[in-house]
């Protein structure tokens, strides 16, 4: 990693960071068309791939050292391509380093917990990459746009009094504070997707055989309130971008350019851990070439090889 790589990805992403205190209204500044000035996949095709080899490489350096976690969040509406951003940036990861969790909703056990409690289960330990597709955020997205959920929730009722995804926002920005205390680096993607090209995509799965089985009539139903969730998206962007763990608003509408986006955060943040493989002192050092001299054969060390 050279330093004008590391510069030319810090630039890349700074415009889709969401600063502090920022009042978001979606699509506003963040065009979900938006290609930092590339013409196409080709331009991107490149920096994709190095990405992705940047990734592989800090992810087994953050394996290595073990210090260090780091939790992906991904949100965005039906169709924005969370699994294809998974698949695509995660390409080159050792799986054994990276878990995937997707949230359904949430069962009889989980909703005898409070609501960030299914969600703790799946965090990343030391070394490990966690990838949320969908997350503790469906709770102040979901859960707002249709509020009769709340009531499956078994809340006492003094908890459902007064603005309750105020006191959500505050609980969620704690609780990744802590997690940022303790080691974890949260990197947090909002796949900004426009409703025309949400609706092409949908067609598609209805067109094309090999997609049927993506399409489903809940998406349509969601679909319906489009607005609702604007306005959802864009007060969690306004309240829980931190400087602990700021929200990313990723372009979605070229799916290229939304992989390569995704790659770029994720590198930044590991570039900026910047976990190195550990060293060993001088005894250990000593184990180590005693154990070399056992190991290798005659012939090796330059003397005639025994049968």
């Known amino acids: ?11 890349l992403i700074a415009p889709l960071r969401v600063p502090p205190a920022t009042k978001v209204r979606l699509p506003g500044r963040y065009d979900p068309g938006y290609t930092a000035r590339m013409a196409g996949k080709r331009d991107g095709a ?30 965005g509406p039906d169709a924005a391509g969370k699994d294809g951003t998974i698949r695509h940036v995660m390409s080159g990861v050792n799986p054994q380093g990276v878990r995937v969790h997707s949230f ?18 799946r965090l990343p330990g030391r070394g490990e990459i966690a990838i949320f597709n969908r997350s503790h955020y469906e709770e102040i997205l979901v859960v707002r746009v249709h509020p009769e959920h709340l009531e499956h929730e078994k809340l006492p009722a003094e908890a459902k009094a007064g603005n309750v995804w105020k006191r959500r ?9 802590h997690l940022s205390d303790s080691g974890f680096r949260i990197v947090k993607l909002f796949l900004n997707l426009s409703k025309e090209e949400q609706r092409k995509r949908l067609l598609k799965r209805i067109d094309r055989p090999e997609k049927n089985w993506k399409f489903s009539a809940a998406d349509l139903r969601e679909r319906q309130s489009w607005d609702a969730y604007q306005t959802a998206y864009s007060d969690m962007l306004s309240n829980t971008s931190t400087n602990w763990a700021p929200w990313y608003v990723i ?37 180590l070439l005693r154990a070399k001299a056992e190991l290798v054969t005659p012939s090796e060390r330059g003397g005639p090889e025994t049968k």
């Open 46 to 75: 490149e920096l994709l791939q190095r990405g992705v080899t940047l990734l592989t490489e800090y992810q087994a350096r953050l394996a290595a050292q073990d210090r260090h976690g780091l939790l992906v969040v991904l949100q």
């Open 251 to 287: 372009p979605a509408d070229h799916k290229w350019f939304a992989r390569l986006a995704a790659a770029a955060v994720i590198a930044n943040a590991l570039i900026e851990i910047d976990p190195r493989f550990p060293t060993v002192d001088r005894s250990e050092r000593q184990a």
């Open 1 to 11: 990693m050279t330093d004008r790589e590391a510069k030319r990805i810090a630039e």
């Open 169 to 177: 926002y505050r609980a969620i920005n704690s609780w990744e504070h």
């Open 104 to 121: 359904k909703v949430p069962s009889a056990e989980e909703l005898d917990h409070d609501y960030l409690w299914r969600f703790a289960q």
